[in-house]
């Protein structure tokens, strides 16, 4: 069958800058992350190289500020960068957004002092961070965690275990909501607990149904002490803060979800334009050529509406209820898109000859992290019609 090769997604860019970023990054993810996605997601291999090189090249710290060794760069583009490495290799780009997640709670609520201290290193000096919020009882209800942080001194002792932790057992840092208070949102605090602190472990990686080179792990905090320095924010801000990073973060799924959907589209047009049957290319006939105008109607709907909420972000302005919708949307077209992949395919849409059943496979999840698609339903709807009576 011929080969048919993708188009380039057409991305209006704010600055010169923007597009010279984007030359690096597709270069990167053709010689560095596409060839042997396929091969190391089979074996459930972890790129720590291509993190590394990522961090090298300035990517891991884009939408925050280059005093600290960040990139200075507005959040529509940071999220298009996203969909550009996760279209190539989902568990570099969900990974590059979860590290974004763990530095945000200290790049926006930590001291000057913190910032100088710690944030180089995150943004810019080869370290990778986990995001410590869902535990084994507390995933949706997050208020309700129970991990605890008891004062000592100057220091603070934080024992429990969260769950669902990405990068867990491998970061070299962790962003921990724990209880250091009375019951609900206000008795929680935030700290930043170095990889390897005494007492920090983790269980075996989650056997997951996709992302497989992508570890998840429950991480344990068996008497973890740290110091009162490395508190972020104030006692009792920390539900706060967990918050508003992810406000920020699912539009980081979203934008994960929009470059798994095109990367399924291409694939499902490449095979159709060469696949032939009754004389003549699949893609020639109307109920396929349909099912190819849906998919790309879908995804550029979801494109426009992550970059609406990312737009709104970058003036300042509420972006919340726009952030859920983005997260809902984005992530059920994913899954959608995918399916119909898969469909286009045929039999060998379901074969792993083929990456169409990967993108299925990987989609899934992007329903659930972040705030699974039910809890952002209720946020919108609090959004437009208040909160729930009780």
Not at 207 to 219: L, Y
Request: proline share 4%; glycine share 12%.
């Amino acid at each position: 069958m011929p080969d048919r090769a993708p188009q380039p997604v057409d991305r209006q860019l704010p600055t010169d800058e923007a597009r010279d970023l984007f030359s690096l990054v597709r270069e990167l993810v053709q010689r560095e992350i596409a060839p042997s996605a396929a091969e190391e997601e089979d074996a459930g291999r972890f790129p720590r190289e291509t993190f590394s090189l990522l961090s090298e090249s300035g990517l891991l710290g884009l939408p925050y500020d280059s005093d600290f060794g960040g990139g200075d760069q507005p959040y529509e583009v940071y999220l298009q960068v996203l969909e550009e490495l996760a279209a190539a290799r989902l568990t570099v780009g969900l990974g590059v957004s979860v590290h974004s997640l763990a530095c945000h709670a200290l790049a926006n609520f930590g001291s000057k002092e913190q910032r100088a201290e710690h944030l180089p290193a995150m943004l810019g000096g080869g370290l990778l961070g986990a995001y410590c919020l869902s535990e084994p009882s507390s995933g949706s209800d997050a208020a309700s965690l129970r991990t605890k942080a008891v004062r000592e001194g100057d220091d603070w002792v934080i024992t429990g275990t969260k769950a669902w932790i990405t990068h867990g057992g491998i970061a070299d840092f962790y962003t921990v909501l724990a209880r250091s208070g009375g019951e609900g949102a206000r008795g929680i605090t935030a700290f930043l607990v170095p990889g390897d602190a005494e007492g920090l472990s983790a269980a075996a990686p989650e056997k997951k149904m996709g992302m497989k080179g992508s570890p998840t792990a429950q991480v344990h905090f068996d008497g973890v002490r740290v110091s009162d320095a490395r508190r972020i924010g104030d006692e009792g801000q920390g539900f706060a803060i967990a918050l508003s990073a992810l406000d920020s973060g699912r539009l980081g799924i979203a934008a994960c979800a929009i470059g798994v959907a095109q990367a399924a589209l291409d694939e499902a047009v490449a095979y159709a334009t060469g696949r032939e049957q009754f004389g003549r290319p699949i893609a020639d006939f109307q109920g396929l050529r349909f099912m190819l105008a849906d998919m790309a109607t879908q995804i550029e709907a979801g494109r426009a509406l992550y970059l609406t909420a990312a737009r709104l972000r970058d003036a300042g302005r509420p972006f919340s209820k726009q952030a859920a919708m983005a997260k809902l949307m984005c992530t059920d077209t994913a899954m959608k898109v995918t399916t119909d992949a898969v469909q286009v395919l045929g039999g060998y849409g379901y074969t792993a000859d083929f990456p169409a059943e990967r993108y299925m496979r990987e989609a899934k999840v992007l329903q659930i992290v972040e705030g699974t698609n039910q809890i952002q339903r209720m946020v919108i709807a609090r959004h437009l019609a208040g909160p729930e009576r009780r």
